[in-house]
């Protein structure tokens, strides 16, 4: 089993800046997964960005450009910085671990951007 506790949402300006943190607890398999989805209301959950355990990253479309995702293996954490942010971000932000066929979530962390 894995634990993920987010943190760092909540409400920011449009245009300002926020930094989620996911912590991963219990059994890490390597090589792993970790990534930020979005459920913004009435729609579906989508890939935000993931890193993978050597570093290389995927990108949104809507996001590419303004958020970078970064890890430390050390401490099991992913995070995600988002700059230059929009209305249309505002959505509950899930942690994701992936690793061998295995999934877990985050409770989810609720991002508003709003003036």
């Known amino acids: 089993q894995v634990q993920l506790v987010e943190s760092g949402g909540g409400l920011v300006q449009p245009g300002g800046s926020l930094r989620l943190s996911c912590a991963a607890s219990?059994?890490?398999?390597?090589?792993?997964?970790m990534g930020w989805y979005r459920q913004a209301p009435g729609k579906e959950r989508e890939l935000v960005a993931r890193?993978?355990?050597?570093?290389?990253?995927n990108y949104a479309e809507s996001v590419k450009g303004r958020s970078t995702i970064s890890r430390d293996n050390a401490k099991n954490t992913v995070y995600l910085q988002m700059d230059s942010l929009k209305t249309e971000d505002t959505a509950v932000y899930y942690c994701?671990?992936?690793?061998?066929?295995?999934?877990?979530w985050g409770k989810g962390t609720l991002v508003t951007v709003s003036s």
């Open positions: 994701n671990f992936l690793a061998w066929g295995r999934e877990y």
């Open positions: 219990g059994t890490i398999l390597s090589p792993n997964t």
């Open positions: 890193v993978f355990s050597g570093g290389s990253a």
